[in-house]
């Protein structure tokens, strides 16, 4: 079985931070990319950040470049968001999700696995 689970959602004001991890149950190995995915009320599920297990390769969403930084722990099988000068428009349900292409990919089409997600709101 393969499960994510997203955690360290919540109400941040605008300026503020939060901290997302996702903790992968299987096994990780050098062709697996981990990618964080959002999706606001009304909205597509769109693309935030993904990096490469193998070789730390990084993409981000132009909305996030330079706030989000993305990382991975391979001991704990984790990947995490820091998310910094949070702004409204980043309110959204926030989804980790694994593919096996080991490329640093942008489609939600090429992750299979999900996790459950984890809500952030910035509110003042």
């Known amino acids: 079985q393969v499960q994510l689970v997203e955690s360290g959602g919540g109400l941040v004001q605008p300026g503020g931070s939060l901290r997302l991890s996702c903790a992968a149950s299987?096994?990780?190995?050098?062709?697996?990319?981990m990618g964080w995915f959002r999706q606001a009320p009304g909205k597509e599920r769109e693309f935030v950040a993904v990096?490469?297990?193998?070789?730390?390769?990084?993409d981000y969403a132009d909305s996030v470049r330079g706030r989000f930084t993305i990382s991975k722990d391979n001991a704990k099988n984790t990947v995490y968001l820091q998310m910094n000068r949070l702004k409204p428009e980043d309110t959204a349900v926030y989804y980790c999700?694994?593919?096996?292409?080991?490329?640093?990919?942008?489609?939600?089409?090429?992750?299979?696995?999900w996790g459950q997600g984890t809500q952030v709101t910035v509110s003042s």
């Open positions: 299987g096994r990780t190995i050098s062709s697996v990319t």
């Open positions: 999700a694994k593919s096996r292409t080991g490329m640093p990919g942008r489609d939600l089409h090429e992750y299979h696995y």
């Open positions: 990096i490469t297990w193998s070789g730390g390769n990084i």
